[in-house]
């Protein structure tokens, strides 16, 4: 089963950046869907965004796009959540989840994010931004 460990998470001023890192192992399919969910104190988890390894696509919350973008490297072992603009209210742990084979096609064809939809998840980083 696909594992996925996140990294990169800190401190920093709200209008700053961010970039946080998910190396994904294990997986036998190479056709995979990583996610990033986060979670706020006190508030659900909500998805953030999304990238099928197959074909690239990319999927963003709307509260994200614009600010936040996922890619991968082209080893296709680390996907990355580059943050920008970011705000107090942007401050969470953040999650790296992935589904592989028909469980990650099903995921990242999806019209929203779901977190039903991944097997595998990561600890977590934390990120906090301060005004």
């Known amino acids: 089963q696909v594992r996925v460990m996140e990294s990169g998470g800190g401190s920093v001023q709200a209008g700053g950046s961010l970039s946080l890192s998910c190396v994904v192992s294990d997986y036998t399919d190479r056709n995979y869907c990583v996610a990033w969910f986060r979670q706020a104190p006190g508030m659900e988890r909500e998805g953030v965004a999304r990238?099928?390894?197959?074909?690239?696509?990319?999927y963003y919350s709307n509260s994200m796009e614009g600010r936040f973008t996922i890619s991968e490297d082209s080893a296709k072992t680390t996907v990355y959540l580059q943050m920008t603009s970011l705000k107090a209210e942007d401050t969470a742990m953040y999650y790296c989840?992935?589904?592989?084979?028909?469980?990650?096609?099903?995921?990242?064809?999806?019209?929203?994010?779901?977190?039903?939809?991944?097997?595998?998840w990561g600890q977590g980083t934390q990120v906090t931004v301060s005004t």
């Open positions: 990238r099928y390894s197959g074909d690239g696509s990319t």
């Open positions: 989840a992935a589904a592989s084979g028909s469980k990650g096609s099903v995921a990242c064809s999806s019209d929203r994010l779901r977190q039903t939809d991944f097997g595998s």
